[in-house]
């Protein structure tokens, strides 16, 4: 397993926008597919966007599409999640995950998990 931490979250207003930030500390996640996942209050985890291993493939989430941009550095080992044009339901506690397969958007793929940053979108 990679251990994962993420950053960036915060209390924004809606149209706001957030950078989040997910990096592995002393390893190098550049053959894993990475996602990010969110969690509100009382609800299931669910899916956001994945990326794939080469950085050329992209999935989100029809809630997210045309708002949110993943991307990876790989100089920095980072991954992050370009939140723009947020809206009170997303809400949430977002996670970072690593997934060792190049490409994937199954959650059940995703074997390392960070701890969560809190996003909150206040109308």
């Known amino acids: 397993q990679v251990q994962l931490v993420e950053s960036g979250g915060g209390l924004v207003q809606a149209g706001g926008s957030l950078r989040l930030s997910c990096a592995a500390p002393?390893?190098?996640?550049?053959?894993?597919?990475m996602g990010w996942f969110r969690q509100a209050p009382g609800k299931e985890r669910e899916f956001v966007a994945a990326?794939?291993?080469?950085?050329?493939?992209?999935y989100y989430a029809d809630s997210v599409k045309g708002r949110f941009t993943i991307s990876r550095d790989y100089a920095k080992n980072t991954v992050y999640l370009q939140m723009n044009g947020l809206k009170p339901e997303d809400t949430a506690v977002y996670y970072c995950?690593?997934?060792?397969?190049?490409?994937?958007?199954?959650?059940?793929?995703?074997?390392?998990w960070g701890q969560g940053t809190q996003v909150a979108v206040s109308s």
């Open positions: 002393g390893r190098t996640f550049r053959s894993y597919a």
């Open positions: 990326i794939a291993w080469s950085g050329d493939a992209t």
């Open positions: 995950a690593a997934a060792r397969t190049g490409w994937t958007t199954t959650p059940t793929d995703f074997g390392s």
